[in-house]
């Protein structure tokens, strides 16, 4: 088993910057890819970003070049850096870690840019 903790989300003016954290714990997986989707309401899940266990990174084509993915493999902790925010991406975030037979998922955190 995989546990997940995210932290990080709240309140945030456009243009302003937050950094989500995710915690694991648990079972530890030698090939895997740890991420971030978020959920707007009457909106689905969309990938926000992922990496890869050999530190292959993907992002979407909306987050590009404004948010940045990483990880701390000796602390078990994976992040996630958003700058330059937008009303539209105001969502919850949840965090994810996908191994060859499962996916775990966090319980997510509320970011939301607005003025």
């Known amino acids: 088993q995989v546990q997940l903790v995210e932290s990080g989300g709240g309140l945030v003016q456009p243009g302003g910057s937050l950094r989500l954290s995710c915690a694991r714990s648990?079972?530890?997986?030698?090939?895997?890819?740890m991420g971030w989707f978020r959920q707007a309401p009457g909106k689905q899940r969309e990938l926000v970003a992922a990496?890869?266990?050999?530190?292959?990174?993907n992002y979407a084509d909306s987050v590009k070049g404004r948010f940045t993915i990483s990880r701390d493999n000796a602390e078990n902790m994976m992040y996630l850096q958003m700058n330059s925010l937008k009303p539209e991406d105001t969502a919850t975030y949840l965090c994810?870690?996908?191994?060859?037979?499962?996916?775990?998922w966090g319980q997510g955190t509320q970011v939301t840019v607005s003025s």
């Open positions: 994810y870690y996908r191994t060859a037979s499962n996916d775990y």
């Open positions: 990496i890869t266990s050999d530190g292959r990174t």
């Open positions: 648990g079972s530890t997986f030698s090939i895997y890819t």
